[in-house]
């Protein structure tokens, strides 16, 4: 057996309408499906490389415990790349959408970088493409 590629990224969202304005005026991503499972809903949009982003919203919400960035056990978050971080940092500002890194070089990874938080508290690393 071997890995063939990834499918797609899951988010459970707290509120689908501000999460899909923040992935598709931040980020510019096309909605590319939606599927009704009876108690929850699954919003589609298409990531590069032919991976999804999966938008989870259960009608029956548990709200999560505050969470560390040290905690262990726990997935920490996703990295993407963009072509300019200046323009995504002009988009975040724009929109007020949480940034914890500003973009900069970081000389232990030879990149440059950013992190942000999505409206449910996800944090996302952005690399200079």
Do not use: W
């Amino acid at each position: 057996m071997k890995l063939t590629g990834l499918n797609h990224i899951t988010i459970n969202v707290k509120n689908l309408e501000e999460s899909r304005a923040f992935y598709e005026e931040v980020f510019g991503l096309k909605k590319c499906g939606f599927i009704d499972m009876g108690d929850h809903t699954l919003t589609y949009y298409q990531l590069p490389q032919g991976v999804l982003l999966e938008l989870i919203d259960y009608e029956n919400k548990v709200p999560a415990g505050a969470l560390s960035v040290t905690d262990t056990g726990i997935y920490r978050h996703l990295c993407l790349e963009a072509d300019s971080l200046e323009e995504l940092n002009r988009r975040c500002k724009d929109r007020g959408v949480s940034v914890s890194s500003e973009p900069a070089y970081v000389e232990k990874l030879g990149r440059y970088n950013m992190l942000l938080s999505d409206p449910n508290g996800v944090e996302i690393e952005v690399f200079l493409a």
